[in-house]
């Protein structure tokens, strides 16, 4: 086995090809002033399993081409067994047509990345309906169990898992259990795009600490919304924990002035808040 470094994921990468006690290689890249993305794979890889670790957080289009260039390089470069791992799939979010002619771009890419893959890992897909347009065999991993894991280095008080929505709860009860915690969920709905109002039905959550998690933090919008209810309910600190820390412009600061105590994610988008490391989940999965 061969873990292949893509830019967006060098430390991930790093951590997998440790994880599996594998050579690491760092391909070449470099970007023409037209704006043309060079790449080089400089190891032979004659016979070997190669696994392309590249997630697509922003800029997407560069990282996806990026991964589609990673992938054909690794095939034409002798590889008899290539692997995808794209933690943090782009474009996830558009899985439906919703108007006639839209494209389904979460489609096409999965299209793409099984034309040059003999396997892909993702992590918290957005939609895991979105794993039938793979043409290649794929699994989503969760992060849900390490993040609990991590909770108990927080030695949090009468500590409540939440969900911000129903969606959420699964991810929470999962959570939950790694740290013999209560999970529950928050009722969510979403006005506009960047807009959600939440409610936290009958939850006792004075006095105690709650950690809200979700599968992506991005704007901080379902945070923020979540943490205004229960501050009125009188929670004693609130953590917010996701797997993709997208954090788009300044939401990190948000959801600090908002008033939550810490931000925690994995590395499946290489961030400042990234204290969990998903590579043993990716290591597992790659060796069954
Ligand atoms: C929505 O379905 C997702 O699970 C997240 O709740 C959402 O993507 C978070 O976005 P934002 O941080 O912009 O509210």
Do not use: W
Not at 63 to 90: C, Q, R, W
Not at 160 to 169: N, R, S
């Amino acid at each position: 086995m061969i873990v292949i470094a893509g830019s967006a994921s060098s430390k991930l990468a790093a951590r997998v090809a440790k994880q599996l006690k594998c050579p690491l290689v760092k391909p070449e890249l470099k970007h023409s002033p037209h704006g043309e993305t060079y790449l080089r794979i400089g190891t032979k890889l004659k016979g070997a399993h190669a696994i392309v670790v590249q997630s697509t957080p922003y800029p997407q289009n560069d990282n996806l081409m990026e991964l589609f260039f990673l992938l054909g390089a690794a095939k034409d470069s002798g590889a008899i067994h290539v692997t995808a791992v794209v933690p943090y799939l782009a474009y996830a979010r558009q899985s439906k047509r919703y108007k006639p002619g839209e494209a389904i771009s979460a489609q096409t890419i999965c299209k793409l990345i099984g034309h040059e893959a003999d396997e892909l890992f993702v992590v918290d897909i957005h939609d895991v309906k979105i794993m039938k347009n793979f043409l290649t065999p794929a699994r989503d991993l969760s992060a849900a169990p390490l993040l609990g894991q991590y909770f108990s280095s927080l030695n949090l008080k009468r500590p409540l898992i939440l969900g911000p929505d129903q969606k959420a709860f699964e991810c929470a009860s999962r959570a939950a259990v790694e740290l013999g915690a209560e999970s529950d969920y928050l009722t969510k709905k979403r006005v506009t795009p960047t807009k959600v109002i939440t409610q936290t039905k009958s939850l006792d959550v004075a006095g105690r600490d709650v950690v809200i998690i979700d599968d992506i933090i991005s704007t901080g919008g379902t945070i923020i919304e979540a943490t205004k209810s229960l501050k009125q309910c009188r929670t004693r600190r609130i953590y917010a924990a996701c797997t993709h820390a997208v954090l788009v412009g300044n939401a990190l600061k948000k959801l600090t002035a908002a008033g939550v105590t810490k931000v925690i994610a994995t590395d499946t988008i290489e961030t400042q808040v990234s204290v969990a490391s998903v590579a043993p989940v990716i290591a597992e999965a790659i060796r069954k």
